[in-house]
C-alpha cells in the first residue's frame, strides 16, 4: 500500500506550486473576462515555454510524454491556486489530433496549443442536445471540397474567445443517432458564424453560436465522417482525470474556515457540527480522487473512479458554498464576498461536463451493473 | 511507486485465510446471531486473528482482516479484542488472544458482553484512560439491537492502564474496516436483487430512483474504504496526522455504512424486513458497531481540533 505521491511526483507537484508563487493575482479559475483573461493568456504563454500544457501528449508530437498524473497535479495546483482551468485545446482538442488528426492539423495547430497561443472552444450542446450528445442537429453537408454548416450551438463557454470551434455536427442520415457525427474544426471569424453572449450567474457569459452555411474546408474534418463518436468516447478517456479538480474543494474548505476563525460563528455548536462534517465531506473527495489516481497510474480506464470524483467533488463544493449562507452571517450575502459568489458559482459545477444524474448513471451501469435495459437502448 | 491502496504480503494472506474461513463457517456466522460460540470464536482466535494487535505493522494486518469479518457480519467482540489486547499484557492478554477468555469493555454500568467476558476493561467516559477491573456484584442481564449479550454492572478499578489512546486508535481502525466490510457485503445484496428482481416488466435495477441511491452508495463507500486504509498506514507509520484522519476515517465510515445499510433494506423491501431475511442481521451489527467508543460525537471533536477550531 501506497497512498501518497512518489518522490518525482511530488517534486512536480510542489514546482508547480512554487511557480504558481508568482502568478498570485491571475484568478482565473473562475474569472475570464476583462483585464483577466490578459492575464491569464500570460499565463498559458508562461506554462507553454515550460511544455506544461503539452505535458502528456506523446513525445512524438513533441509532447512531454508524461504519465496522466503529472496532469492532474498541474491542474489541481492551479485549481489550489484558482490560477486557471485546463484549457480545452490542451486537453480534448489537441489529444484528439495527435490520434486522429492529419499530418497537416497536427502541424497546424500543435504548435500553438503547447505554446498556449491558440485556443479552441467546445461546440457540442445545442438547444435540443445537452447530456444526450447523440442526437446533435447542426448538419454539416458537402458541397466540393467543403462542407456546408448550418445550425445552432447553446452553453458554449469561451467561443467569443477562441481562434477555433470543435464542433460536433451531423453528416449522417436524420436517424443515424450516434453513428453519423463528424468534428470538424471551424475558424470563429468565418462568414456565417454569429457569436452571441448569454450571461451567466457568475458574472461570466456563456454563448449562442450560430452557423449559417457557414464554409468549412473538408480538410478541416478530425477524422473519418461519420465517426465523431469513438473519437469523443476515447478522448473523454485521455481526459477523465482533469475533468474535476479535487483541490478547488479543498481551497473553498480552507477559506471558509479561516473566515470562520475570524468570526464568532467559530464558537456555535451547530456550526461547528456542520464544519466538522464538512472537513469529512472534503477528506472523502480527496480519497476518490486518490482512487482514481491509484486506477489511472495502473493504466485502468478510471470510468467510475473519475466519476466518484467529480460526483462527489461538485456536490461537496455546493455543500461548502451553501453551509456558508446557512450560517446566517449578513455579511455573506455582500456581492462579490467569497461566500455569495461561491454560492452562485458552485451551481454550475454539477452541470458542467456532466451532470450528477449522468454520473449516477455511469456509475450503476458500470460498478453495479444496473440499468442495463437504458444501455441496449442507447 | 505509485498511488496503491490495496494491502500487501501479510495483509493480504491474512485478509485471504479469513475470507476462507468465513466462506467455511457462513452457516455457524449467521446462526451464531449476535454472539458467536465457543468452537467459533476458538477457531477464529487458531486462524491467529485475535492477537493481530500484537503484531508489528497491526493496524494494517487488522484493517485487511476486519474488512472480510465485516462482510460476514461475524459476531463477537471484535473490535473491543484488538483495544484490549494492545493494553493488557501476560496471560490476561493470552487469554483473550487464545479465544479462551472474552473482553467486556466500555464506560460502566453498561458494560457490552459483561454477563458472559472473563476480562474487565473499563474506560472513562471521554475514553482517555482505562483500567483492568472487576465486577463488584451481580451483572443485570439486557440484550441489544444485535442481539448481543450485555449487561448492568458496577466495576472496582484493578490495575491503571494508563492512556487509551492508541488502543483505541488501533480499534477504530478495526472498526472502520468492519463497516466497510459489512457495508459492501450490503450494497452487494441491495445490488444483485435489484438486478434480479422483476416488477413492471423490468428488474427493479432499471429504474434510476433505485439505481441512483445504490450508485451514491457505492461511492461513499469508496471514499470511506479510501480513508480507512489510509488511515490503518498512517496509524502505521506512526504519522502525526494519523489521530485527526482515524476520526475522519470513522465519522466517514459510520455515515456509508448506515446509509448502504438503510438503502439495502429499501431496495429488498419486505425481504429486507424478515428476521431470515440477508439484510437486517447485517444492519443492525452495523448500527450496533457504529456506537462503539469513543464514539462519533469525539470523533467530530477530533476532526475540529485537526482543523484548529
Redesign the interface.
Known sequence: MNPVLAPEEEAFRVEVADFLGGWQQVDGFFHHEGDVEERVRALYRAMGERGWLSLSWPLDVGGGGKPPIYEFLLWDEMAYARAARSPLAAGIVAKTIVLHGSPEQRQAYLPGIAAGTLFFSLGYSEPEAGSDLASVRTRAVRDGDDYLLSGEKRWTSGGHRADYLWVLCRTGTVESHSRGLSLLIVDRRAPGVTISPIPSLDGERFNEVRFDGVRVPAANRVGNENEAWSMMIQSLATERHVQFCPKRVTRDFEDLVSWLRGSELAADAVVRARVAELAVRVAETEAVALTMLEAVGAGRPAVVEAAYNKLTGSEVCQEIARAALDFGAPEALVRGSMQEFLWRQSLCETIGGGTSEVLRSVIARNRLGLEASSRRQR | ????????GV?REVADSVRRFVRDHDRAITEAGGSPDAPLWRALADLGVLGLAREEEAP?LIAATMEALGASGFPGPLVATFTATRLLSGETAEDLTSGQGLVSLGVPPLMPWAPVATVHVELDADGTRAWLARVRGSVEAVETLAGEPWGRCTLDRVTDLGDAGPALALGEVALCAYLVGAAERLLDVA?SH??DRMQFG??I??F?A???P???C???L???R??T??AA?ELAQGAPQAAA?IA?AR??AT?AALATAYRAHQTLGALAFTVEGPVGRLAARVRQCTLLPPGVVAA??R??T????
Do not use: C, F, K, N
Not at chain 2, 1 to 8: N, T
Not at chain 2, 306 to 309: A, E, P, Q, R, T
Open positions: 511507486m505509485s498511488i496503491d491502496l490495496e494491502y500487501d495483509g494494517l445490488t435489484a438486478g423490468r428488474p435495477g432499471d434510476q433505485v439505481s441512483h445504490l450508485a451514491d457505492a461511492m461513499r469508496a471514499a470511506a479510501a480513508l486504509r489510509i498506514y484522519r475522519t465519522l466517514s455515515g467530530r471533536r476532526v475540529l485537526g482543523l484548529d477550531l
